[in-house]
T-cell receptor, first 118, second 113 residues
Framework: AQSVTQLDSQVPVFEEAPVELRCNYSSSVSVYLFWYVQYPNQGLQLLLKYLSGSTLVKGINGFEAEFNKSQTSFHLRKPSVHISDTAEYFCAVSAVGDRGSTLGRLYFGRGTQLTVWP | GAVVSQHPSWVICKSGTSVKIECRSLDFQATTMFWYRQFPKQSLMLMATSNEGSKATYEQGVEKDKFLINHASLTLSTLTVTSAHPEDSSFYIC?????????FGPGTRLTVT
């Protein structure tokens, strides 16, 4: 099975500051990696994903993440945050199945609450 | 993009009654849908995997007779919470899988009084 550890439960930052949300995973097989954002009382929205290829992945809203296989990490970064980025962020992994397909089941971290202050 | 809807968005019911939550993929077909449960300030916990035309696969510790899942078509899965109790109050989120992606519904807030 896979597991995900999000090292920070809360990350407060000031507007226009850079931010990094940390994510480490554990798996005995190859994985796909995802970052989702959740606004209050809403479902999850995909920010970005790593399936293969370049280890630096760019997503929506100016976010990017870097897959580091040796450190089993997939940290999320944004060079300058806005107040509208305040939300809960979830890192997730999915095992790679036969022929490269995802098995579908996502394992989520506990989430990181990003709060951006003016 | 792919859209998943849930209905209702919130529901309040009395203890002992049953509640049905619908999950629909609006613009794509999903052979697999997932049901998650989320407690306040916590992560999503997978409850079950729903495959169209077959029985759902439940995660360990999830009572299949209490949380009935039906995936009757390629665009609709339903979760019925039977004989609901206050401890079943939670945020229920579904997702639909297509290709390598999962798209999440907006969630249903269930409050059992």
């Amino acid at each position: 099975a896979q597991s995900v550890t999000q090292l920070d439960s809360q990350v407060p930052v000031f507007e226009e500051a850079p931010v990094e949300l940390r994510c480490n995973y554990s798996s005995s097989v190859s994985v796909y990696l995802f970052w989702y954002v959740q606004y209050p009382n809403q479902g999850l929205q995909l920010l970005l994903k790593y399936l293969s290829g370049s280890t630096l992945v760019k997503g929506i809203n100016g976010f990017e993440a870097e897959f580091n296989k040796s450190q089993t990490s997939f940290h999320l970064r944004k060079p300058s945050v806005h107040i509208s980025d305040t939300a809960e962020y979830f890192c997730a992994v999915s095992a790679v199945g036969d022929r490269g397909s995802t098995l579908g089941r996502l394992y989520f971290g506990r989430g990181t609450q990003l709060t951006v202050w003016p | 993009g792919a859209v998943v809807s849930q209905h209702p968005s919130w529901v309040i019911c009395k203890s002992g009654t049953s509640v049905k939550i619908e999950c629909r993929s609006l613009d794509f077909q999903a052979t697999t849908m997932f049901w998650y449960r989320q407690f306040p300030k916590q992560s999503l916990m997978l409850m079950a995997t729903s495959n169209e035309g077959s029985k759902a696969t439940y995660e360990q510790g999830v009572e299949k007779d209490k949380f009935l899942i039906n995936h009757a078509s390629l665009t609709l899965s339903t979760l019925t919470v039977t004989s609901a109790h206050p401890e079943d109050s939670s945020f229920y989120i579904c997702s639909a899988k297509t290709g390598q992606n999962q798209y999440f519904g907006p969630g249903t807030r269930l409050t059992v009084t």
